[in-house]
Structure formats: structure tokens, C-alpha cells
């Protein structure tokens, strides 16, 4: 029941570790796994599955070191418990603490536990006594040495000290296990050298005393190492890495007994080893004989016959590489010649796997010749022994499997290439038979071939064309062939699309990718239309859509195609909404086509018709909105809204219009949608401190400032005169408020420059009247802030708060809404001077404050005498404060003079028909302002507003 | 020299398609990190892994004719090594995955690239390819048997051995050797301690009688036009087997020349080779050869009229190949047909089977030709049957082939003609001096590209 349970949770654990531990967390499973495996009950079987999760995902059970360090501890614990014959659980135990002590970085970090676990591992490896001699603890021992091994590959320079013991138990072990101590030993000895190669004055002695033991001789590897891997991976990289690598060097003189003779021991017993063990070996050993130049290279030479006969794989790969490290001071030319000869036949070979020829295939483009001529970046470049008899063993054929094929057909191409394709030659004669054999698969492709074959072909076809379009007689033939094949199978047009983007793509040079669009539109738009199916049109309108995007090809053809299939003749079209689509495609990419102004009419007579007679209304809708772009918009800003959805992220649009069917919409649509800003992009600040409130509407405001006297009149008169303008519903009736717009700090760049900001107002409350939206050219982040005037209009003037918005343009055609700070208006904002008739002077505006105090006072006149209040506001301010406050506060309102020091008269108009009267005093006690007001309802506004103001004067004073 | 996991799919055609096994060698991914640096991705889960894999295969998708990610006419398959495009989280390609494929089984592992990452080193110069490659089809052998097509169950039992395999071949993600096939031949014993090392591939000694069993594969491919202004085509290959019982730690000695004319090299031999044989059967060399004339001549002919198909076959054995066969049939399949109605056909020599579902024609010869060492095949197959056939992408309209079902030539007497004729010299898997194995290769030239297998009366 337990083990059923625990092999689906391992199971589900190693299928998903992140869903697995959604479910719980890493702390707890790796609890109950350590219980689970410490419990006596739990079959050792269940135990072995257990430990798959720490093997496997150590990193993701114990994320930190210290976890790590525990579980290793635990689980060495366990270890020590288990009885010996359970061998594959303490083998599978070895494993887990080998993976969790080095992806935890204990083994890096030489931590308690990890020091603990490699005397144990060498205990184990040093135990050679089998006490039941049934093998049992051999496999254990093995595996003891495999982890070893991997700890000194994780950790180079980990075991380094204990390289003679390591080879005197390579030497002493003759049972099967001994690939094991050999494996190990050989890479201690590799990462030894390479440690000595870094140290500098490191040489003979060193080397010497490194194989002999002796660790009296002073070397400090121990903390050098860690250094070492911790800093630098190269250690943990291949040597032999082409002509151009470097190989760290150890100058020991030619005299290094010692080397030589572990070597020449480890080589004689490589025979005995498993393929792949050998392999590894040799390599290992050639990264050494190559960094201390005091060791020749023939010390190989006695295993060269059985290599260069071997058919594994990697032997033979290993010998490549011992090649490329030694070249001609181990492989003769003939050496090299047999070599080739081999690649290439085993390339072929029939009883070869895939996978394998392939390698060989690439071992052949990558041969490691004795003297390279290229410098070996990592290009394909052709052996010079590859001559075009010996790679004709290679020709593809067709009944290669296709990826067989493709390589074929690209390693023939380059030999073909190399001997020159034009004349009479190998070359020529080569590249007649890749064409012959490139249309061999056109005619099955033609013929219905699989969707495989069809894919093998137009790759074929690609590797055809990248090394040889210039070849005019085949290139125009393909394009021929090509046309055809595609009349007969429409279903190809994204394979061709794709064949022409690629070719476009990676052959600028050339145009025969242009030159197939246009053979492909000739074909398309000659074809009878009478035996045209719903299918090869929705495919032809594909491929015209790809063909219109070419500036260079006249569109002509296309638009009388399109304008013949929409004719209600031909009509089979009815509705269909994806078709529709296909058909707008290809309008849309006309729309921006370079030759559009020859083709505005015939385009916008499809548009008007799609528009009228589709019988589809998205798609009908569609078509207006493209009739409508076309027929109003310029050229220019067509093209700009138009091919910005286009070209955007490349490529990839072009794809996905092929494949996603709202695709032709999306650019659109992008360009057409608002995008929404999250944060204010820019705020409107009041434009500096002129003063306020001359309404325009008031003509006469200049003539406040002339000191014009004219007979005053009478009171009533004044206030009749006056009066008699507000019967114009519209006179006086706007606060006037300026703004700058100026951008927030710290803003995306993206929106430095905008364009056609349309800023939108909405009160928040219903004392005044909506606002109309206010448009801005424009707002640069380095140009003098533009300047708008807010036109409000009170029902009551009451301070207020105005949401903003905007939307506004960036300068890639988007369109964005934004969210302003929102705009406060105080209630001072909606001060302004009472709106004089133009002829009066200072003397009637004086009549008229005291008119209206009279009025205002007495409770009688022409305000419902309910709204009339008066009110008095007391502070204590010294003389020269008030005037100052007067000064700073009043000034444009000041009816009375500023030297009539005595009492200040002052008068605010409010829209749209309040006025707020004050007399200023200094009593003995203090300054009295005196309020008059025929809107009572401002009066705790007012009294507010001067406690401020008065307030400031104090402190500013004080 | 390692791998970083190691994952094995099962799939019908595509579909049904599940991660039977995988695993993942922690510490190599460990090291993969520290190589690699700042252009380390990791190895996502399972089933990340199955969707690219399978795109990157071909294999996704199958019901969509064109898929950009799939089908993308630059993606070239040239190498061995695959890209996984991973998306998301930890974007980018994972390289090199190597993945062998046969029957229902995908095998795929991630080699380490124990180079510097950038630029992306050649595969030729990464050690843990072949060794990836080698692991793949050791397991792939194992798991499938050599016939290559087991039952769920025998695949499900092998598959839930793996963990205690791979404990062995490869426990922390270097390959050390591949799965012995079979049970260890028996009867054994250990080899007794001593200072000799005993072979790694060689798990016992022998006791008993010496015995050697050598089996013999040929493959002969033929093209043949029937025309005297086309020349004839053909090659052969094979693959030599032994199973080796001989008593005690003794050596056997092997004597290998090459023949190859054109090959003066230092090579040529011969050699004696000392040669101590693994107890289980090996493959001993595999050769591919030129003999100088088609052991089978044929002529096929087909006319099609009214929806039925006239055949005509002749066969003939040339003189130099003897008339004693185990069996001999020849295969005649048809595809992009609708299954097969009526078929009336006689044969001159042998019997006919027909087997209608798969809408093919076996035709037994037996185990000798009749005395002219000719026989014919002459009818009429309708195909009217009320489901389509097989299909083929080469063998549409009037091309079509023969095949040979099986012919097995008995006895040692094939095999010693054999090998005094090739002089084909061996190579020993798990042997500790093979000689060098050499293929005696003329290179043909280019076969024709569009081949009349059949010539249409």
C-alpha cells in the first residue's frame, strides 16, 4: 500500500517538481523522504525510489548549503545502518550524496559532511577484501570510485593529493572494477597537471613529486584549488578544442620518467576497458601528453591500429580529437588520407544508425586536418583530401531518409561549390545532378507526396539556392517548376512564402525571391477563374498578400484579380468571413503599397464594393474602414498608420498573418485602440502669479488703470447701468484660469515628445458647468511648456476639484489615455473685478461699491434681500502688514486708493452674479474687515480665505 | 563526456505520446552551469521537453499541413544534434540534443558541452556526442531488442529494469558501457584473482566444450532498368556474428587481409590478430562489398487498364549463386491503391499468398529455383477494395518494387565463400585488438534520381 503510494508521488514528483511542490513544500517533502528512508519497515526497493528525488533535484530539496549539509549527515547515517548486502540501495545512497553534497556546494566549500563522505568513499575504494566474494561489495567499491570521480570533476583538484594512492589501487585491482579505479585515476592525474600548469615556476620536480606523492615538497593545492574552480570553469573545459585552443603548458624538460610510465601503464590496459570508458580515457590522457610538451605524442602510437579500425563511434571520435590536438607528430599523411577514406564510408554505411552517419557527416565538415588552412572558427569548411570521386560515395538520393538527405545534399553542394559550378568540370557536372535530384523531389512533392517530403524539399530547395542562385540557368528553372508545382498543390503557399522570406532574408544579394513572387503572381492572376475552388483561393489570396508586400512588383495584375473574383459573376464568394479576411489582406498591404497612386481607384472600387455587397458586416465594416483610410488620409500617414501594425516585431507578424486568422485586424487594431497609461505622464501647474480675472469680455479693463475722473453719477444710476449687462446671460459669466502642461519628473522617454493631446475635464461636483475638452499641438520635454486656459463656468463659485484626462499620440502612432493629477480651483481663483461698463472711470466703480453696500446693507434692491448678508472679520495685524496684505492680496480689486490708508474698499465679482463688498479698518484693537455680500452662502468661504491670508501676513511679519 | 538527462518517449505515430522514462544527472547539471556562465539554460520539466522535442522532430501537429516552428524551410537537420527553443522563464536553446528514433520509441539525452559556450563549439569537438550517441543506442538495443519491435509488456518490464541499468552503464551521467543483452551466457565462472585484469567486457569464463557459431546477414540492393543504355545498380552489405564458447582465459587468433585493389596502404595486412573473444554473441565486423553481377535478375512489368493491374514478373538466379536456399520469397507490395479485390495470378514455380489488408503479394519459391533458374509471375489485381491501401511517397501511379522477404543460404559453406571472396577483414565489438575494419567501397556512382523501378509496359 506504502510502496504504491510512493512510487506515483516519486513518479509525479519527477514529472513536474514545480507542480509537485505547489502541493507542498520542499522542507516538508524532503522531511518525509529522510523519514521514509531512515524508517526499518520501508522495503529497500521503496527505499532505492526514494532516493531518485535527491538525485535528481538535490538542489530544489536542500536550497541551501546548511540544508544540504544536514541531509548529507542524515543520510550517511542511514548509509552506515544498512546492512552490506543490500547493495543496490547503499550503491543508489552513494549516488544521492554525491549529487547532494555537490550541488549544494558543500563538496566546493570542503564542508564537515563533505570531507566526512570522501574518506568514507575512500575508505570503500581502499577496501579490497570481499568478505562473501559473491561481488556484492565490489559494486559498491565501483561505484565508491564513480563517485570519486565525479566529485574530482565537479571539484577539480579535490583528490589531487592522493594521486599515487588512487594509482596504486588502479594497479592492484584486476577484477572487472578496475575501468573504475582507471577512470578515476585518469582524471585526478588530468586536473593535477593542469593545476601544475597554472602555478608559475611549477615543473619536473613538482610533477614528479605530485605522482610520487611526496607532498613534503611544498605545494599548496589544497587552498589553490578551491580558488581555482570557484573563479575559473576552464579547468572543467575540454582541451582539445580545434586549431585554435590553447593548451596550458607544463615545461618538465624531456626527462618525466614517472609521467611516462603511469601513462604507457594506463594505455596498455585501455584495451580491456568498455568502448565508451576507453574513449574517455584516451581523451583524458591526450588533454595530459598534451600540456607537458616533455611527453611525446607516439606514446599513442601503439593503439592507433585498433582505433582507426574501430567502428564504435566514439573511439573513433576520440581518435578525431587526439588528431586535432597532435596532428602530424602522431598522424601520418597516409594516417590522414585513411582517416577521410573511413569518415566517408562510414557516413554511408547502410548498417549505420542515422544518428550516427550524421555525426560522421559532421565529423567530415569538422575534419581535424594536419595542416588546417582555415582557422577553424567553428565554420564547415571541407578536408582538402575531400575530393569530389571520393564525396561522390555521399550523393543524396532519394530514398535517404530526409535528414540523411539534407546533409548530403549540403556537404555535396560545398564540394561542388569548391570546384566551380561554371564549365565544363566536376563542379558543373555535380551541381546538373543536385538539380536533376532537387526536381526528382519536386516531382514527388508534385505527385502528393507526404507532408515529410514536402518539408525535405523546400529545404533542399533553400541549401539549393544559398550556394547556388547565382547559377541563373537553375535558379529561374526552379522558379519555373516552382510556379507550377504550386498551381497544382495551393496548399504549399506558406511553404513557398516561407522558402522566399528565408531566401529574402539570408541572400540579400539576391532577388530571385522577388523574382518568385512575381512568377508566382503571373501564374496566379492568368489561371481560368472558372475552375478556381473556395481552398486555392484562400491560398492565392495568401500568396498575393506576400506578393504585395514587395514594393518593387507592380500590383496591377493583383487588383484586377481581386476586382474579377468580387464581381458578383464569379460570386461563390457569399460571406465567408475568413475569406473576406484573405481579401482584405491583401488590400491592406496595397494600402501601403509605393505604387498606390496608380492604384487608388481600382483598390478603392474593391473597398466600396466589399463595403456594399460582402455578406459578411465585419468584414463589410472592415472594408469601410479601409475605404475611409484610404480616401482621407494622405499618403504619408496612411503608410504611418498602416505599416507601423505591419513591420511590427518584424518578421513575426507576417507569420502569425499567416497562420492566426484575426491576424489582419491585429496590426490594425493596435494602432487603432487607446492603450492606457497606468501613471500621469503630465500635469497642468497655474501659469506664474499675473494677476487674474480680467474677463475678456470685459473691454474696458485698461481703462480701470486710467486715472480717468468723470463726474460721478448717481448710485442707482451706477448700479442700474451695471446691472443692465448681466441681462446677457452670457456676459461675465467665465472664471479665467491658467495653466502650463508640463511633464511629470522621471517619465518613460518613450513619452518625451507627444502630440495631440486632447486633455478632458470633468467636475467633480455640480457648481459649475462641464467643461469643453481642450486640444494641444504638442508637448516636448525640452521646450517651453504650452500654455492652457481653463474656461469655467460657475453656477455658485465655490471652490472646487476637476478630474483631467487625456489622450494624446506618441510619436510611433499610438494612441494612449492618461489620468492627470487632479486640478484644484480655490475659491480666490474665481475672484475678478467687477465687470464695469467700458466708459467708467475709478470714480463710478467707487459709486458703485458704495451702491451696492448700501443696497446690500439696507436689505433691500434688486438681490433677493434673503441672499444679502453682512459679517465682520477681526485680526490683529499692524499697520504696514495690512497694507502689505492689501497690496499682495487686493490690489486689482482695490476700489478705494492705496494712499487712502485709513479704509480700504474692496470689491470682488464673483461669477456669475455674486459680489463680495469689503471695508477695511485698523480699530484700536484690532483690523476690522467689514463684509458685504449678496451671496450669503460665501460667506464661510470668504472668512476662511482671509483667515488664511491674514494668518500668512502674521507669520511673515512675526 | 557526460550527459545532463536522458529521457526515453513512447509514441504510436505521433500520437498517444508519453515520457515513459527520464532522468537527470544533477551533478553534470551542476557543472553544465558553471561552464557555461551567464548563457546557462536549465533543462526544463518533462513536458516542456516532449513538446519541442517533438516539433523539433517533425512529429507535433500532425494534422496541420504547415507550422512555422516545425517546418521552417532553413531548419536543417544535418547534424545529429537538435536545438530546443525553450520559451517562458530560463528562455533560450538548449544544445545539442540528440534524439534516435525507432519504431515506438524516442531516446533522447542532453550531452554536456564541456567547452566554452560561445561561440557554440562544432559538435565534432564535443567527446560527450558519440558518447551520447553510443548510450542512446546501447539503451535502444536493449530496450527494443535487435529485431526492433517488442510487446508493451516486454517493453514495460525492460523499462523498469532501467533504473538498476543505468546504475551500472551510467550512474552519474558519463556512460560507462551500454546494457549486455540477454542472460549472461552460461556456464560460467569467475575469473580467479590474479595479477592478469580481466576485460571489462568479458564477464566469466567459459567451461565446457570450445564451440563457434558465426552467422552471416547479406544485404544485396539492386536497381535494375532492363535497358542496355542504363547500367545496372546494386551493393552489399553485411554483418558478421559470432558467439564464441572456448575454455579458459586463452586467446584465439584471427587472420585478416584487405583486398580492397585500390587501397596500397599500410594497411592491406594481413594480420594475426591475438584475439580473446566476450562470452556473448558480437558482432564481428560489418562489411559493405561489390559482387560483379546481381545474384537475382528481374524484370517487372506493370500495365494498368480499367482499374486492374497486369503483372508480370520474371525472376532468374544467375549461375554463380548456388540453388539451395532455407527459403526465398520475394515481397510485392502496392501502395497509394484502395485495397485489393480480385487478384488472378499464376506463378510459374511456388506458391502465392496474398495478404489483402496490407495489399501485398508474397510469392514462396522455396528452397530451390527449378532447373532454367527462372520463374515468372503473370496476372491481374483489381483494387477495388473498400478501404485505401498503404501508402508511399515514392511509389506513386506505375513505380513500385520487389522485394525479397527472406532468403537464407545454409550452412558455413555460404560463409567461408564469403569471406574468401571479400577478403573482408574483422573487427571484434568488445575485442581487444580488432583489426581494422574495412569497407571495400568502389563508390558507386549517383544513382539515378528517379528511377524506373518498374518500367510501365
Avoid at chain 1, 500 to 518: F, I, M, N, P
Avoid at chain 1, 584 to 612: E, K, N
Avoid at chain 1, 698 to 711: A, F, H, I, P, V
Avoid at chain 2, 10 to 22: Q, Y
Wanted: net charge negative; glycine share 6%; proline share 7%.
Amino acid at each position: 500500500m506504502m510502496a504504491v503510494n510512493w512510487a506515483e508521488r516519486i513518479s509525479a514528483f519527477s514529472r513536474s517538481p514545480s507542480r509537485f511542490l505547489s502541493g507542498t513544500t520542499a522542507e516538508a517533502f524532503l522531511a518525509e523522504l529522510l523519514r521514509e528512508l531512515r524508517d526499518d519497515r520501508a522495503a529497500y526497493s521503496v527505499k532505492v525510489l526514494l532516493l531518485s528525488p535527491l538525485c535528481e533535484h538535490p538542489a530544489l530539496l536542500c536550497p541551501s548549503d546548511s540544508v544540504g549539509e544536514e541531509t548529507a549527515l542524515e543520510l550517511m547515517s542511514v548509509f552506515a545502518q544498512c546492512p552490506p548486502k543490500s547493495v543496490q540501495f547503499r550503491c543508489h545512497l552513494l549516488l544521492a550524496l554525491t549529487s547532494v553534497l555537490v550541488c549544494t556546494s558543500c563538496v566546493s566549500g570542503r564542508s564537515r559532511a563533505s570531507q566526512d563522505f570522501l574518506n568514507l568513499l575512500l575508505q570503500i575504494a581502499e577496501d579490497t577484501i570481499d568478505l562473501h566474494g559473491d561481488g556484492a561489495a565490489r559494486s559498491v567499491r565501483a561505484t565508491a570510485c564513480d563517485c570519486l570521480r565525479e566529485l574530482e570533476a565537479c571539484s577539480p583538484g579535490l583528490l589531487s593529493q592522493r594521486l599515487e594512492l588512487l594509482g596504486g589501487l588502479r594497479q592492484r585491482e584486476a577484477s572487472r572494477i578496475h575501468q573504475a579505479y582507471a577512470a578515476l585515476h585518469t582524471l585526478v592525474l588530468r586536473n593535477a597537471v593542469y593545476q601544475l600548469t597554472q602555478q608559475t615556476g611549477a615543473g619536473a620536480e613538482h610533477l614528479k613529486a605530485l605522482l610520487g606523492g611526496n607532498t613534503s615538497v611544498a605545494w599548496e593545492a589544497e587552498q589553490d584549488c578551491s580558488l581555482m574552480n570557484d573563479k575559473d570553469s576552464a579547468i572543467l573545459s575540454s582541451l582539445i578544442l580545434g586549431p585554435m585552443g590553447t593548451v596550458p603548458t607544463l615545461q618538465t624538460g624531456p626527462d618525466c620518467k614517472e609521467l611516462r610510465s603511469v601513462l604507457s601503464s594506463l594505455l596498455e590496459d585501455s584495451y580491456l576497458l568498455t568502448p565508451l570508458c576507453q574513449a574517455a580515457l584516451l581523451h583524458r590522457l591526450t588533454e595530459v601528453v598534451s600540456m607537458v610538451p616533455g611527453v611525446p605524442p607516439a606514446v599513442f602510437r601503439a593503439q592507433l591500429l585498433r582505433l582507426l579500425g574501430t567502428s564504435e563511434v566514439c573511439l573513433l571520435h576520440t581518435t578525431l580529437l587526439m588528431k586535432c590536438a597532435f596532428t602530424d607528430s602522431l598522424f601520418s599523411a597516409e594516417d590522414e588520407a585513411f582517416i577521410l577514406k573511413r569518415l566517408v564510408v562510414l557516413s554511408q554505411h547502410p548498417l549505420l544508425s542515422t544518428p550516427e552517419k550524421l555525426f560522421y557527416m559532421d565529423c567530415i565538415l569538422h575534419f581535424p586536418e594536419n595542416r588546417p588552412i582555415s582557422c577553424g572558427d567553428g565554420d564547415e569548411t571541407l578536408p582538402v583530401l575531400l575530393t569530389p570521386r571520393l564525396a561522390s560515395a555521399l550523393v543524396p538520393t532519394v530514398f535517404n531518409d530526409s535528414a540523411t538527405m539534407l546533409a548530403r545534399f549540403n556537404l555535396l553542394s560545398l564540394v561542388y561549390l569548391e570546384e566551380g559550378v561554371e564549365g565544363e568540370g566536376e563542379g558543373s557536372r555535380g551541381l546538373a545532378y543536385l538539380y536533376e535530384h532537387l526536381t526528382s523531389l519536386l516531382d514527388i512533392v508534385q505527385s502528393g507526396g507526404s507532408r515529410e517530403i514536402i518539408v525535405t524539399f523546400f529545404r533542399a530547395a533553400f541549401l539549393f539556392l544559398f550556394y547556388f542562385c547565382q547559377v541563373e540557368r537553375y535558379s529561374s528553372g526552379l522558379t519555373e517548376k516552382l510556379c507550377k508545382l504550386y498551381l497544382c498543390h495551393t496548399y504549399l503557399a506558406p511553404h513557398l512564402i516561407n522558402l522566399a522570406d528565408q531566401t529574402q532574408d539570408r541572400l540579400t544579394e539576391s532577388s530571385w525571391a522577388v523574382g518568385l513572387l512575381k512568377a508566382l503572381q503571373v501564374v496566379i492572376t492568368k489561371a481560368p477563374l472558372a475552375q478556381l475552388t473556395l481552398q486555392d483561393l484562400s491560398q492565392h489570396l495568401k500568396m498575393l498578400t506576400r506578393v504585395a508586400e514587395e514594393g518593387e512588383i507592380p500590383q496591377t495584375s493583383t487588383l484586377n484579380f481581386l476586382s474579377s473574383i468580387i464581381t458578383p459573376s464569379s460570386s461563390s464568394l457569399s460571406g465567408d468571413w475568413r475569406l473576406g479576411n484573405s481579401l482584405l489582406g491583401v488590400c491592406r498591404r496595397l494600402l501601403v503599397h509605393p505604387s498606390l497612386d496608380s492604384l487608388l481607384l481600382p483598390l478603392a472600387d474593391i473597398l466600396q464594393h466589399l463595403t456594399c455587397h460582402y455578406g459578411n458586416t465585419d468584414i463589410q465594416d472592415h472594408a469601410r474602414l479601409y475605404y475611409t483610410l484610404l480616401t482621407t488620409l494622405s499618403r504619408e500617414k496612411l503608410a504611418g498608420v498602416l505599416t507601423q501594425g505591419l513591420t511590427e516585431g518584424g518578421r513575426q507578424v507576417k507569420k502569425r498573418s499567416l497562420s492566426a486568422i484575426m491576424a489582419e485586424g491585429e496590426g490594425l487594431t493596435s494602432m487603432l485602440t487607446i492603450h492606457r497609461v497606468e501613471k500621469a505622464i503630465f500635469r497642468l501647474i497655474e501659469a506664474g502669479c499675473e494677476p487674474r480675472g480680467e474677463p475678456q469680455t470685459e473691454k474696458g479693463s485698461d481703462l480701470t488703470l486710467n486715472e480717468t475722473e468723470s463726474s460721478p453719477v448717481e448710485a442707482n444710476v451706477a448700479l442700474e447701468t451695471y446691472r443692465a449687462q448681466f441681462e446677457d446671460p452670457n456676459f461675465a459669466s467665465e472664471v479665467i484660469l491658467d495653466y502650463l502642461l508640463t511633464h511629470m519628473e522621471a517619465i518613460d522617454p518613450h513619452f518625451s515628445q507627444l502630440f495631440s493631446i486632447r486633455l478632458h475635464f470633468n467636475p467633480t461636483d455640480n457648481h459649475y458647468e462641464e467643461l469643453s475638452d481642450i486640444s494641444v499641438p504638442c508637448l516636448f520635454r525640452e521646450r517651453q511648456p504650452p500654455k492652457v486656459r481653463l474656461r469655467l463656468k460657475p453656477r455658485r463659485p465655490y471652490p472646487t476639484t476637476l478630474h483631467a484626462s487625456a489622450i494624446f499620440t506618441t510619436q510611433d502612432g499610438l494612441s494612449w489615455h492618461t489620468v492627470l493629477p487632479d486640478i484644484h480651483v480655490a475659491f480666490q481663483q474665481a475672484f475678478m473685478s467687477p465687470p464695469a461698463p467700458p466708459a467708467w472711470g475709478r470714480g463710478d466703480k467707487r459709486t458703485l461699491f458704495e451702491g451696492l453696500w448700501d443696497e446690500i446693507s439696507s436689505e433691500g434692491g434688486l438681490n433677493d434681500p434673503a441672499d444679502c448678508a453682512t459679517s465682520l472679520f477681526c485680526c490683529q495685524l499692524k499697520e504696514a502688514a495690512l497694507i502689505a496684505l492689501v497690496k499682495k492680496h487686493f490690489l486689482s480689486y482695490l476700489i478705494s486708493d492705496l494712499s487712502d490708508e485709513e479704509e480700504f474698499k474692496v470689491l470682488f465679482y464673483l461669477p456669475p452674479l455674486s459680489h463680495i463688498l469689503l471695508k477695511i479698518r485698523t480699530e484700536e484693537d484690532a483690523v476690522h474687515f467689514n463684509i458685504a455680500t449678496d451671496n450669503w452662502q460665501l460667506l464661510p468661504h470668504i472668512s476662511s480665505y482671509l483667515l488664511t491670508i491674514t494668518s500668512l501676513q502674521e507669520d511673515a511679519d512675526g | 563526456m557526460s550527459v545532463r538527462a536522458l529521457w526515453i518517449i513512447s509514441h504510436e505515430k505521433g500520437e498517444n505520446v508519453s515520457v515513459r522514462f527520464s532522468r537527470r544527472f544533477a551533478t553534470v547539471e551542476h557543472r553544465a552551469k558553471s561552464l557555461a556562465g551567464s548563457s546557462y539554460i536549465a533543462v526544463p520539466e518533462e513536458n516542456t521537453v516532449l513538446q519541442l522535442l517533438l516539433t523539433e522532430l517533425g512529429l507535433s501537429d500532425s494534422e496541420k499541413s504547415y507550422v512555422a516552428l516545425r517546418d521552417d524551410c532553413l531548419h536543417r537537420q544535418r547534424s545529429p544534434a537538435m536545438e530546443l527553443r525553450v520559451d517562458g522563464p530560463g528562455k533560450g536553446t538548449l544544445w545539442p540534443v540528440l534524439a534516435i528514433s525507432q519504431g515506438p520509441l524516442i531516446l533522447a539525452c542532453l550531452p554536456l558541452v564541456d567547452a566554452p559556450a560561445e561561440p557554440r563549439p562544432p559538435l565534432a569537438s564535443l567527446l560527450s556526442v558519440s558518447q551520447g550517441l553510443t548510450l542512446l543506442a546501447g539503451l535502444q538495443t536493449f530496450l527494443l531488442g535487435s529485431g526492433g519491435k517488442p510487446d508493451s509488456e516486454g517493453l514495460a518490464s525492460r523499462l523498469a529494469m532501467l533504473p538498476a541499468i543505468l546504475l551500472q552503464v551510467c550512474p552519474l551521467g558519463s556512460p560507462l558501457d551500454v546494457p549486455i543483452l540477454g542472460a549472461p551466457a552460461t556456464p560460467t565462472v569467475p575469473i580467479p584473482a590474479g595479477n592478469q585484469k580481466q576485460p571489462v567486457w568479458k564477464t566469466g569464463l567459459h567451461r565446457g566444450r570450445a564451440v563457434v557459431n558465426v552467422a552471416l546477414i547479406e544485404t544485396v540492393r539492386s536497381m535494375q532498368y532492363g535497358n542496355r543504355s542504363r547500367q545496372d545498380l546494386w551493393d552489399v552489405y553485411g554483418t558478421v556474428t559470432c558467439k564464441v564458447r572456448h575454455p579458459g582465459s586463452s586467446l584465439c587468433h584471427l587472420t585478416a587481409s584487405s583486398v580492397d585493389n585500390y587501397d596500397g596502404s599500410a594497411f592491406s595486412g594481413p594480420y594475426k590478430f591475438p584475439f580473446s573473444p566476450p562470452l556473448e554473441p558480437f558482432r564481428l565486423c560489418s562489411y559493405t562489398s561489390q559482387v560483379p553481377v546481381p545474384p537475382i535478375l528481374g524484370s517487372y512489368r506493370l500495365k494498368e487498364e480499367e482499374n486492374q493491374l497486369h503483372v508480370s514478373v520474371t525472376l532468374k538466379l544467375h549461375e554463380s549463386v548456388k540453388n539451395s536456399f532455407e527459403y526465398c520469397e520475394a515481397h510485392l507490395p502496392f501502395f497509394n491503391r484502395d485495397q485489393m479485390g480480385v487478384v488472378d495470378v499464376k506463378v510459374s514455380s511456388g506458391q502465392l499468398d496474398v495478404s489483402k489488408e496490407k495489399n501485398l503479394l508474397i510469392w514462396a519459391l522455396g528452397q530451390k529455383f527449378p532447373k532454367s533458374r527462372e520463374v515468372t509471375m503473370e496476372g491481374k489485381i483489381s483494387f477495388s477494395g473498400p478501404t485505401p491501401g498503404p501508402t508511399d511517397s515514392l511509389c506513386t501511379e506505375l513505380t513500385a518494387y520487389i522485394k525479397r522477404g527472406g532468403w537464407a543460404v545454409k550452412g558455413q559453406a555460404a560463409l567461408a565463400s564469403v569471406l574468401a571472396t571479400k577478403g573482408s577483414s574483422f573487427r571484434a565489438g568488445r575485442s581487444p585488438c580488432p583489426p581494422p575494419h574495412h569497407h571495400q567501397s568502389v563508390p558507386p556512382p549517383p544513382f539515378d534520381p528517379d528511377p524506373a523501378l518498374s518500367t510501365s509496359g
